[in-house]
C-alpha cells in the first residue's frame, strides 16, 4: 500500500520569532495517528472555514488521520500567542480551540472569509497577525527572557534569579504567558534540543548530554513522560520528522 504523503514548508515569518508553515492535502491512503510531541508553541491555524488554536501541550497529541484538509499557519514563540489572543496561555493548555470560541464570532468569520479568498492564505494569515501585533505590542519582555534563557539550558533557579523573580512569581507569570510552570516548560525545551542534535546525527547519549540531560537514561525518561514513546520508535517510525502536529523538524500544528 503506498504510503500517506504531505507536502509542508515553512518559512521564518516577518513576525519576530516566528514562523509559517503550509500543509497540502495529502495524498494516498490514510496511515496511522503519528505523534506530536510538546514545543512550547501556540499556532493559529487557518484551513478553508476554519481557524484554530493549538494551545501549548504537556503530552504527546495524537494527530488524526482521517483529517486530510490543507493547511496554512503561524507559530508562535512561547509567550507571544497569549499577548496576541488576549487569552492566558494555561487555559487553552493541551488544547485546539476555534477561534470563533474565543473572539467575537462575527469578527472571526470575516477574518476567515478573507483569508479563505486569498490568493496566498500563508501571507494573509501573517498580514493578520502582524497587524494585531502592531495593536497589542510585543511580549512581556521578562517572559521572553525566561523563555530564551530556558530554551538555551539555563536552570529554573538561575532563570529566575536572572530576571529578578521569586519562585511562586515565576510560576504564576509561566502559566499565563507559556502554559504551565517554568519547570514543564524547562523539560520542553531540553527535549526539544536533544532531538535536534539526534537528527544532526549526534548519537542519543551525547545528545542527551549536550540538552542538558544527565544521561541517555534521564532523555529515555523524559521521552517517555513527554512523548509516550521511546527514542527508537520515535525515530524508526519516522514521528522523527515532526516536532508537532506536522511532518516536520521544526514542529508545526494541525487541529486535532
Known amino acids: ?6 507536502r509542508y514548508q515553512e518559512r521564518p515569518s516577518r513576525l519576530d520569532g516566528a514562523v509559517v508553515w503550509t500543509l497540502d492535502a495529502p495524498t494516498g491512503p490514510p496511515q496511522a495517528a503519528r505523534s506530536v510531541l510538546p514545543d512550547g508553541c501556540m499556532d493559529l491555524i487557518w484551513s478553508v472555514g476554519r481557524l484554530v488554536v493549538a494551545g501549548p501541550d504537556t503530552h504527546a497529541f495524537q494527530v488524526d488521520p482521517r483529517d486530510r484538509a490543507s493547511r496554512a499557519a503561524i507559530r508562535f514563540p512561547p509567550g507571544t500567542a497569549p499577548v496576541l489572543l ?19 464570532r462575527t469578527a472571526v468569520r470575516e477574518l476567515t472569509g478573507r483569508i479563505d479568498r486569498a490568493a496566498d492564505p500563508a501571507t494573509a494569515l501573517e498580514d493578520f497577525a502582524l497587524g494585531l501585533a502592531a495593536e497589542t505590542g510585543p511580549p512581556d519582555p521578562l517572559t521572553a527572557a525566561v523563555a530564551d534563557r530556558l ?28 502554559g504551565y510552570g517554568p519547570k514543564v516548560l524547562a523539560r520542553i525545551l531540553r527535549l526539544q534540543r536533544a532531538l535536534a542534535l539526534v537528527r544532526t546525527g549526534l548519537p542519543y547519549a551525547e545528545a542527551a548530554c549536550a540538552a542538558g540531560c544527565v544521561d541517555q537514561a534521564h532523555l529515555a ?25 506536522t511532518p516536520q523538524p521544526s514542529g508545526s500544528r494541525t487541529t486535532a
Do not use: I
Open 86 to 104: 488576549g487569552v492566558p496561555a494555561h487555559e487553552l493548555r493541551d488544547h485546539r480551540v476555534e477561534l470563533a470560541d474565543l473572539w467575537s
Open 151 to 178: 530554551r538555551r539550558g539555563g536552570s529554573v533557579a538561575a532563570t529566575a534569579a536572572e530576571v529578578g523573580l521569586g519562585a511562586r512569581q515565576l510560576h504564576r507569570r509561566s502559566l499565563a504567558a507559556f
Open 221 to 245: 525518561r523524559e521521552m517517555r513522560d513527554l512523548a509516550g514513546t521511546t527514542l527508537g520508535a520515535y525515530f524508526s517510525a519516522g514521528d522523527a520528522e515532526a516536532n508537532s502536529d
Open 1 to 6: 500500500m503506498p504510503r500517506e504523503h504531505q
